[in-house]
């Protein structure tokens, strides 16, 4: 793709902008975080949330106001970009009680909010339409690639894989490459064969096990519809100098280039770059949970992936793709796993976190807030009483096959759990002190729950309950409808 292509696109893009910006009519809201960070539950309890009568949110204020007149879901605004699937993801939450199939690949939904303005120079009913836009935070790895040629790239991960943490997880694949001999001919087998080992690295050290941070190219880890594709059939080589035609270094140099022209470039300077505001979900619990090793590879991955916000001033290409991003949300998701004494520590803990990420998306004058939340509420509170103590619970029902205290659950009983507080200081948390259990404790924390029974709204829709959704609501899109 030209540069002429890219900056007719950026001059449609920033005219676009400027209108919705003018009009106040129009809002791109990004959705992303790592897999399974929560990113499909929220955009689903968020559309529930928007288009039922009768859904609680008292923090967002056009809605306390009773200023919402009624939100609709609209036709698919983009013809290139699968929709994002709501109404299945609804049944699966609310009829079937199940988490429904989470994020791997771009999607999109349009939704339009009626609305009374506030009074002021303007009052009278007004029209927010607002696209989100799903997307797996593992793409924005990408962004550095453009920079980079295939040697350098090659030269980079071959360097990173040799790292002792990463060496293990990387042997297979590098013993392969090195018995490849100096510069094998080009063959799709061996194309493929490479790819396979290096892709089975890159999994590796995602996996739980290792939580090491994720290294691009993103699409290796979520390929969205491109599995299988020669895009993705490359690895690094060690390379010195330009690839000789017919080599396999040619060959795999093409793919990555076409990688960059084809796949990478198009979904910053189509997707990424259109975006006005951006929520990045984190699922810090499951890293606290996992130890320190998990929390710094979180914190890593957190400031790459946020790189692209960074959007260097004096780089034609970050001018190119920088978002017009001007405000950043990072929620904490799952927060009904603890008690509510624990979700303002929970927050500081991100706060602190992503730290070095929003340092850098301050420098783009983004402006950003940091939030705990659930998107869906599967517990309930309860103080449950030992002795003389009352214990502070939480109540759901733990998913079918879930085991606590030996007792293996059925998906239809409840069960009280004890979540433990967060440490008070987050500086403590982060260095691996993790939940704090009380002595003696079972750990509990793994327990997933089903999502919980809804409740019925005043025209009998289902209303799913939530932890602070609403505050995140009234910071990713209040302001458009005041
Ligand atoms: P994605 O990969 O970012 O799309 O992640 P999902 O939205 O599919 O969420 C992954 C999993 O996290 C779900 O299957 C649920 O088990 C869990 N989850 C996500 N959001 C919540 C929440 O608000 N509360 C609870 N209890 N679990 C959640």
Redesign the pocket.
């Known amino acids: 793709m030209s540069l002429l292509t890219d900056l007719a696109f950026e001059a449609r893009n920033t005219a676009r902008s400027v209108a919705d910006y003018v009009t106040g009519t129009g809002l791109r809201l990004g959705v992303t975080?790592?897999?399974?960070?929560?990113?499909?539950?929220?955009?689903?309890?968020l559309v529930q949330a928007l288009t039922t009568p009768g859904a609680r949110l008292p923090v967002l204020r056009a809605a306390a106001e009773g200023r919402i007149t009624r939100g609709v879901l609209q036709p698919q605004p983009d013809d290139a970009v699968p929709r994002f699937a709501v109404e299945d993801h609804l049944t699966a939450l609310t009829l079937e009680r199940r988490?429904?199939?989470?994020?791997?690949r771009i999607s999109e939904i349009r939704i339009t909010i009626d609305y009374e303005r506030r009074g002021g120079w303007r009052p009278g009913p007004a029209s927010l339409t607002l696209d989100i836009v799903?997307y797996?935070g593992e793409w924005l790895l990408d962004l550095p690639l453009l920079g980079k040629s295939y040697a350098q790239w090659s030269a980079e991960t071959l360097e990173a894989s040799a790292a002792a943490a990463r060496a293990p997880l990387a042997a297979a694949w590098r013993g392969h490459t090195a018995l490849l001999g100096a510069d094998p001919p080009a063959s799709e087998d061996e194309a493929r064969r490479c790819a396979d080992l290096f892709t089975a690295y890159l999994r590796a050290s995602r996996a739980d096990l290792y939580a090491l941070s994720t290294l691009p190219p993103g699409r290796f880890l979520m390929p969205g519809d491109l599995e299988g594709t020669p895009m993705l059939t490359f690895a690094p080589l060690p390379v010195a100098g330009p690839a000789r035609p017919g080599s396999l270094a040619a060959m795999m140099e093409r793919r990555y280039e076409s990688y960059k022209a084809l796949v990478v470039r198009p979904f910053f300077r189509d997707h990424f770059a259109r975006l006005d505001r951006q929520i990045v979900?984190v699922?810090a619990l499951s890293a606290l949970n996992s130890g320190p090793a998990a929390v710094r590879d979180l914190q890593n991955a957190m400031t790459d992936v946020l790189q692209a916000y960074r959007a260097g001033r004096s780089s034609l290409l970050s001018t190119l793709f920088r978002p017009r991003i001007d405000r950043i949300l990072f929620a904490a998701?799952?927060?009904?796993?603890l008690h509510h004494t624990s979700h303002d520590r929970l927050e500081s803990i991100l706060r602190l976190l992503v730290a070095r990420a929003i340092a850098k998306a301050e420098d783009v004058g983004a402006k950003i807030d940091v939030i705990a939340?659930?998107?869906?509420?599967?517990?309930r509170e309860a103080a449950v009483r030992d002795g003389r103590d009352a214990l502070d619970a939480i109540v759901?029902t733990p998913?079918p096959g879930e085991v606590i205290d030996g007792q293996t659950f059925d998906g239809l009983a409840e069960a009280a759990i004890f979540p433990g507080d967060l440490p008070g200081d987050p500086k403590a948390a982060l260095r691996g002190d993790g939940l704090a259990l009380a002595e003696g404790e079972n750990d509990y924390r793994f327990v997933?729950?089903r999502?919980p029974v809804p409740e019925a709204g005043p025209d009998g829709a289902a209303v799913l309950p939530?932890?602070r959704l609403d505050r995140a609501l009234q910071f990713l899109l209040g302001d458009k409808l005041s």
């Open positions: 975080g790592l897999s399974r960070a929560g990113k499909t539950v929220f955009i689903t309890a988490w429904p199939e989470s994020t791997r799903d797996p979900l699922d998701t799952k927060a009904d796993h939340l659930a998107a869906v509420r599967a517990t759901g998913l997933r729950f999502p939530h932890i």
